[in-house]
């Protein structure tokens, strides 16, 4: 079993994961992730020095975001977070999408965490957001893991947007991927008929 920073046991494959709000007492175990160079690879910005850092990041960003929260195992401590951020109105239209961002701790990698917190997170938006017809995510090209991650999570694979973000400075290819409202219904419906 491997260990992540502090000496915890990492996670195992039927391990429960959940979804609770950040405080900023978990700026420590933040670092576990937001330190880690591999982790960073593929965020918008580089791996943290500080824990000052991690404590700024959670008081600004994290508290004030629309729904940000922190993954957690058995023990309640974070080892990974996910957000949905709605995705602006167009043409002064209704709001209809979201979409989905995570990074999990590497100690924790591999291990279904990320998959699990993902179809949480689906299912705690479109009950909470009832005008939620779309989550979307995109992963990086050169990020099969993340690419694995979505599609385990149920999401579907639409393409590749070429040059879609500037990463640290280089424009970076990304995969798009989804998950509508009836998408859900139908990924249901076969375990429901399935029962007695």
Known sequence: MELQQGGAPAAEPDDEVTLREFTLADAEAFMSWASDPRVARFQRRDAYEHVDQARHYISDHVLPHPWYRAICLADGVPVGSISVKPAPAEGGGRLFRASVGYRVARAHWGRGV???????AAEAVFAAWPWLLRLEAVADVENPASQRVLEKAGFV??????KYIVLKGRPRDMVMFSLVDTDRHQQKQPMESSRP
């Open 114 to 120: 990320a998959t699990r917190a993902v179809r949480a």
């Open 157 to 162: 694979r639409e393409g590749v947007l070429r």
